[in-house]
């Protein structure tokens, strides 16, 4: 069965560091996500993309974070200088056109020490 | 702002019934998803209502009243498997979902 991955799977960096966060989502998906959830809180949104573009983002998603599809198969979340509060597992997510169930990869868990 | 409300945590035996409460506050609403977590892992798709009534996916069920703002996941014969935190999230324009603050089931033999 296709899954979502994401690559690395523990991503430990210093403040004021650019991270990376990769996803590959399933492949015939058209919509594409990202959510954070940090240890022992909810789940929170981050933003949604679809044709080439962002479709909605939240207060969270400032200017420090940026996605981008450089290809027909990743996916990717930048965050240019890292705070400690950005410390969470930050999960990929893609979904089908016409379709309401969102498939979640693996997670990423980002340490900023 | 969006808000949903559902209880912190849940304990019940293997075999038994446990219902899940989710009440909502929001403008935009599309429809409730219901996900599962376990710890240390994804959340994973259970179901999804727009429209108001019952949705039935074998042991789950999941439950809709949209002038109520409110819904509900029944989880029957329980395993102790299930054990896991269980979110409701509501969906918006643009498919975002915005999830709630997950209740914990505990199953206990």
């Known amino acids: 069965e296709p899954e979502v991955t994401q690559t690395p799977s523990h991503q430990v960096t210093q403040m004021g560091q650019e991270v990376i966060l990769r996803c590959v989502p399933i492949?015939?998906?058209?919509?594409f996500y990202w959510y954070r959830q940090i240890l022992g809180q909810k789940v929170e949104f981050l933003v949604s993309?679809?044709?080439?573009?962002?479709?909605?983002k939240s207060e969270i998603f400032d200017d420090q974070f940026s996605v981008e599809r450089p290809d027909g198969s990743n996916f990717t979340l930048k965050i240019r200088s890292t705070k400690l509060e950005d410390s969470a597992m930050y999960f990929c997510a893609s979904g089908r056109q016409g379709r309401d169930e969102q498939y979640f990869g693996p997670g990423t868990r980002l340490t900023v020490t | 702002g969006q808000s949903l409300e559902q209880p912190s945590e849940v304990t019940a035996v293997e075999g038994a019934i446990v219902q899940i409460n989710c009440t909502y506050q929001?403008?935009?609403?599309?429809?409730l998803s219901w996900y599962q977590q376990h710890d240390g892992g994804a959340p994973t798709f259970l179901s999804y209502?727009?429209?108001?009534g019952l949705e039935e996916t074998g042991r789950f069920s999941s439950f809709l009243s949209r002038s109520d703002s409110y819904g509900y996941l029944l989880l029957q014969e329980l395993q102790m498997k299930d054990s896991a935190s269980y979110f409701c999230?509501?969906?918006?324009?643009?498919?975002?979902?915005?999830f709630g603050g997950g209740t914990r089931v505990l199953v206990k033999p």
């Open positions: 929001t403008s935009g609403f599309y429809g």
């Open positions: 999230a509501e969906r918006a324009a643009g498919n975002k979902l915005t």
């Open positions: 492949s015939n998906h058209l919509y």
């Open positions: 993309f679809y044709n080439n573009e962002i479709s909605e």
């Open positions: 209502n727009a429209l108001d």
